[in-house]
């Protein structure tokens, strides 16, 4: 990659370990010793990935990585650590913006992917800044590419959600702020590990726990990249229901924004008339039974009402 991980420790050994771990990995990885060296790096080279020690000569890894923030926002900064200390990952978390917490002695599969999840999505949000539609769509299929039952949802929730939109009379600029979002709305995705994506069963609490962190985590790449308060609306709340029982936050009714609203029951309509790893797709009759048992539960009443009479025209193939 062009882009480099650089690696700020203060004991030499470990920054030796360090470039061992990661000399097969076709990563350009690069190591400092003290703040000032690793200042001096991130000036001369294009950086991606910051992962720092917290004790460090001269300043804390924590006034580091603040520092990095302030003049190269779009690194994606890691603390890590010889031990779990609390208030120490919550300040990280809370003043730097750190995308993970590494504790020492780390493990070197996890290490390095963590490394790699970092890189990607420096690289999303670089690519989702260009705003361009043939961007944003390839993008939205490197998410599906992560779950093999998903290709195509992206593209066809933007459908679903577009048509609705033209029937509320939306503008055209916020209709294509919908199918933006539409595609990206699964982008926080690219946290979950496949195995949890294309589990062939029920989620355990705990995986159910890290697959709910999703809209967040999307929201957050999307907010980088600067796209639209609608956009990164759509990303945040598409699974929130209007009875307040979703997630990420349980608001309700019109708290929801209206965009979230619309993708929201195109994303449930789709995934319905989908196979998963679980179970088999429903059919067309079934998946509409299911959105109107949802009506005033999951959905905005008023949505559903203009939704079903599309999909009794547009898709009798079901």
């Keep these: 990659m062009a882009d ?3 690696f700020v420790d203060d004991e030499i050994e470990v920054l030796k370990s360090i470039l061992w771990v990661f000399s097969d990995q076709n990563i350009n990885t690069l190591v400092a010793s003290d703040p000032d060296d690793a200042l001096d790096i991130i000036k001369n080279n294009d ?3 910051i992962v720092s020690d917290n004790v460090l000569p001269g300043m804390k890894g924590i006034d580091l990585l603040l520092k990095i923030k302030e003049v190269s926002p779009d690194i994606i900064r890691i603390m890590m650590t ?5 208030s120490t990952a919550l300040e990280a978390i809370n003043r730097c913006g750190i995308f993970k917490f590494i504790v020492k002695p780390w493990n070197n599969k996890e290490l390095i992917s963590t ?3 970092a890189l990607q999505r420096y690289d999303l949000i670089h690519s989702i800044r260009k705003s361009d539609e043939p961007t944003l769509l390839s993008l939205a299929q490197a998410v599906e590419l992560k779950d093999r039952y998903t ?3 992206c593209n066809r929730v933007a459908g679903y959600a577009v048509d609705i939109a033209h029937r509320l009379g939306v ?5 294509k702020q919908i199918m933006y979002g539409s595609w990206l709305h699964d982008c926080g995705k690219l946290g979950v590990p496949e195995v949890i994506l294309n589990k062939p069963g029920p989620l355990t609490k705990d995986e159910y726990d890290i697959i709910k962190k999703h809209p967040e985590w999307g929201a957050d790449i999307a907010r980088q990249a600067k796209l639209s308060p609608a956009v990164v609306n759509i990303i945040l709340y598409h699974h929130e229901w209007w009875d307040g029982c979703g997630y990420p936050y349980g608001i309700q009714g019109d708290s929801i924004p209206k965009e979230s609203q619309i993708v929201s029951i195109a994303d449930h309509f789709d995934a319905l008339t ?3 790893p679980y179970r088999m797709k429903w059919s067309l009759p079934e998946a509409i039974g299911i959105i109107q048992s949802l009506q005033g539960r999951a959905f905005d009443p008023a949505l559903v009402d203009i939704f079903l009479p599309l999909i009794n025209k547009n898709h009798t193939d079901l």
């Design 4 to 6: 480099s991980v650089l």
């Design 47 to 49: 950086t991606a990935v």
């Design 82 to 86: 010889g031990y779990a200390d609390l």
């Design 115 to 117: 490394v790699k999840e």
């Design 151 to 153: 290709r195509g949802h």
């Design 171 to 175: 503008s055209e600029e916020t209709k």
């Design 274 to 276: 989908s196979e998963r």
